[in-house]
Every structure is written in structure tokens, then in C-alpha cells.
């Protein structure tokens, strides 16, 4: 970066050269064309006094021819005086207009460096620079170590490490599939869904890289990307017409494209598989309520007794298996605490290393202490909560808005490697750290 700048700067005084050096050049002929002038009248006269001497002119002639020479001298000065004057004054403008040219100059030289620095990515150079050097530490904290205080910025470094390497290998499908889901991670539904668009074309028979696209475009939320999501999810019913992941998927991404028939088919398909109690459950059932959907449609009683049986154990199982979190705060950081906000309460697995929560619960911000359970029933995803871990990590966060990425002044505390038991344990969580 050093030797760029050296770089510039010498073929920037090389660039005033080529515009001063005309300019100085053009002093000195004048200078000597004067004095070239008054030489050679003076070396005239001196011939035509020796023409005088030698009897090839007479006495008057010399003279007469002698005056005109001086004449001519004096017209040539009047005529380079005048040209001396009228350059003066053209000095003076150009002067007088050097303040307004500096005006413009100035910004026009902020435009274009600023230009330069945007159109180079200077600032994308440098975190490249920076995370390539430390990707083993980078590594380490996002893929191994329980890392909660990782930052955005950390993410969008080792995204940027990513990047480089799909450049030089842009088949590298694990690679592709990372990047989306870290650009997931950031809520960078546009970037996740390019990222896993790439992976697919490397490999169109992996139906969890088409679920993955799936849902990475219906994370944009606009038309065209939820129809696209849409043929995705198509698709994969027609490969797997019994899965149940993939019926669920198609009929909420119906629902928000307004899609009644689309919705009800596939809703009537999988509603007795789904908990009654989940978070999911209940959104969804008053979503196709207001699409106007019978209510004998959205009832759970139409499933055959072994499979009301079967959830209604199941049901037991995601209310007793969890936590019950006692979330208090320090002394030292009361003083913190914003005016408004919420409280957001969410496990992560310990062993994998995901940065999805398992279960995540948001209240608006409440005076401590406060209990707070976190069962199977507040998964984001249904088949991804708490009954597929075996160790968590419960932080609780106090946040501004209500997501669970980290920011810069932000009250939390964690507690680590939790054994997840088929009962609702008690814990007792203190918000005892700011995020720096």
C-alpha cells in the first residue's frame, strides 16, 4: 500500500512538471528574443559606420540609415512594452481568478479521491488483510468456541476470507454453502441466497441446498424471490411428496404470497404433525384464518386417535423439555439499562457450533428478576429446537431491537454447556457484562 502512494506521488510531480515547464520556457525566449534584437541593431550600426569610414556611404546617409535603425529599435520596445503590459493584465485575471479555480479544485479533488477509495474497496482490502491474517483466531471463535460476543463485523471478515477463496476456486460447493449461511447469519438474505444459488448449479440433486435456497429467498420477503422460493419447494415435494419439512415450508411461503388453494392443500397435509402449543402453530393457523380458511380446516381433532396419542405426548415432551431461566441483572449495570427495549432470552447449541438459536423468547423489557421458560415450543424452526441438543448455551440479552445479533452496547450474560434433560430445569442467569 506504501509503494501506491510513493507511486502516485511521483507521477504526480512528474504531471506539474509537463504543465510548469512550457510555462518557464516560454519566460526565457522572450527574454532572449530581446535581447537578440537589440543585439542586432546594435551590430548594424556598427557596419554602417564602417561603411561610412571605408567611403562606401556618405556622412548623411549614415546618419539618415543610423536613426532608422534607432527608430526601429524604439517601435520593436514600444511594441514589446505594450505586449509586456497586456500580459500584466492577463496575469492579473488569471490572479484574480485563482481563488474561485481552488473553489472547484478542492472538492473536485475530494470527489475524485473519494471516488478512488469507494470504486478500490480500500476499507474491504484492509478487513481482508486483517481477517486473512488472523483466520485461524477467526476460525476458532465462530466454528469451535461458543463465541456470543461475536460481532457482525467478525462475521462479514470471515465471509470476506470465504470470498477470496471461492475466486480462486469458484467449484468449491462447501464453500458456497458456507458463505450463505454465514450471509444468513447476518440477515443478508440477498447475499445467502446468490451464495446458495452458486452451490446448487455445483450440485442441483442436494435437496438441502434447495431447501437452503428455499428459505434464503423467502427471508427477502418480495414477490418475485417468494416465486421463485416457491418452484424451489415445488420441486422438492414432488422429489419427497411425504416430507413433512417440505410441506410446511410450502405452505407458509403460500401464505405470503396469498396462495389460499396452494395453502390449505398443504396445510390439510401436515397440521396434525404440528404442536398446538408452537409458537409456529399458532402464527400460522390465524395467518390462514384471515385468507379465509374453514375452521374445520385449521382444527387439530381430525387426526386419527394413535396420532392425537402421539402429539399429545409429543406436546408434554416440548413443555418439559427445557429451561426455566431466573434472569436478573447486576448492581453496575442497572444504571445501564435503556428506557425501552426488550429482553431476549435464546439457546444455541454447545457441540456444533450453529449460530441459530434453538429456542428463542423476546419480551419487552420487564423489571428484573423475571422467570423465563425456554421449551422445544419457542423453536424458530420446527425441526431444529431443543430436542436436538444435548448441550446449550443460554445468553440473555438486553437489546435495543429485537435481534439476536450482537451490537455495540448491548447488556448480556451466559451460561455454557448446559445438559438439556427431558424436564423443565431451573437455572438462575445474571446480565453481568457490556458488549464492547
Known amino acids: 500500500m506504501s509503494s501506491f502512494y510513493l507511486y502516485s506521488f511521483l507521477f504526480a510531480v512528474i504531471a506539474l512538471g509537463f504543465v510548469a515547464y512550457p510555462w518557464f520556457k516560454d519566460r526565457n525566449a522572450k527574454r532572449r528574443f530581446e535581447i537578440s534584437n537589440a543585439n542586432v541593431i546594435k551590430q548594424r550600426i556598427e557596419e ?51 481563488i474561485p479555480l481552488i473553489i472547484g479544485a478542492v472538492p473536485a479533488l475530494l470527489i475524485g479521491a473519494w471516488t478512488y477509495y469507494d470504486a478500490n474497496q480500500l476499507s474491504g482490502l ?21 463465541a456470543n460476543d461475536v460481532a ?13 477463496q471461492l475466486r480462486k476456486d469458484p467449484s468449491d460447493v462447501n464453500g458456497w454453502q458456507w458463505l450463505g449461511r454465514l450471509r444468513m447469519t447476518l440477515g443478508q438474505g440477498e447475499e445467502a441466497s446468490q451464495a446458495f444459488d452458486k452451490a446448487l448449479a455445483l450440485t442441483p440433486d442436494d435437496q438441502a441446498m434447495r431447501m437452503k435456497y ?5 427471508m427477502m420477503g418480495e414477490e418475485e424471490n417468494l416465486q421463485n422460493a416457491l418452484r424451489q419447494v415445488v420441486y422438492l415435494t414432488q422429489v419427497d411428496p411425504q416430507n413433512r419439512d417440505y410441506r410446511l415450508l410450502l405452505t407458509v411461503i403460500a401464505a405470503q404470497l396469498n396462495d389460499a388453494d396452494t395453502a390449505f392443500e398443504n396445510f390439510a397435509l401436515i ?19 384471515k385468507m379465509g380458511a374453514p375452521e374445520t380446516l385449521l382444527a387439530l381433532n381430525g387426526a386419527p386417535q394413535g396420532v392425537q396419542a402421539a402429539e399429545s405426548a409429543d406436546s408434554q415432551l416440548d413443555v ?36 441459530m438459536p434453538l429456542a428463542v423468547k ?25 430436542k436436538n441438543a444435548e448441550q446449550v448455551t443460554i445468553t440473555a440479552r438486553i437489546s435495543k431491537d429485537e435481534d439476536v ?28 457484562e457490556e458488549v464492547q
Open 320 to 355: 418439559q423439555r427445557g429451561f426455566r431461566v431466573e434472569v436478573s441483572i447486576a448492581d453496575a449495570l442497572k444504571a445501564k439499562l435503556p428506557d425501552d427495549g426488550f429482553l431476549i432470552v435464546f439457546a444455541q447449541d454447545a457441540n456444533s457450533g450453529a449460530r
Open 126 to 146: 484492509k478487513d481482508l488483510v486483517d481477517a486473512t491474517n488472523n483466520i485461524e483466531a477467526l476460525s476458532q471463535r465462530i466454528l469451535v468456541q461458543q
Open 214 to 218: 428455499a428459505q434464503a429467498l423467502m
Open 48 to 98: 554602417i559606420q564602417r561603411e561610412a569610414k571605408e567611403g562606401l556611404i556618405d556622412v548623411d546617409e549614415m546618419q539618415t540609415a543610423i536613426d532608422e535603425m534607432k527608430l526601429a529599435l524604439a517601435e520593436e520596445s514600444a511594441f514589446q512594452q505594450a505586449q509586456q503590459e497586456e500580459a500584466e493584465k492577463t496575469t492579473i485575471a488569471a490572479r484574480s481568478a485563482k
Open 405 to 432: 445479533m450482537t451490537s455495540s452496547g448491548e447488556l448480556q450474560g451466559s451460561l455454557s454447556n448446559l445438559p438439556v434433560i427431558d424436564e423443565l430445569r431451573s437455572i438462575q442467569l445474571t446480565i453481568n
Open 271 to 289: 397440521k396434525n404433525q404440528l404442536s398446538a402449543n408452537s409458537t409456529l402453530y399458532v402464527s400460522l393457523v390465524e395467518q390462514l384464518r
Open 152 to 164: 457482525a463485523e467478525e462475521f462479514n471478515k470471515y465471509a470476506l476470507v470465504i470470498r477470496q
Open 362 to 386: 423476546r419480551l419487552r423489557l420487564p423489571s428484573f428478576p423475571i422467570s423465563v421458560d425456554l421449551t422445544t415450543a419457542d423453536a424458530m424452526i420446527t425441526n431444529f429446537s431443543l
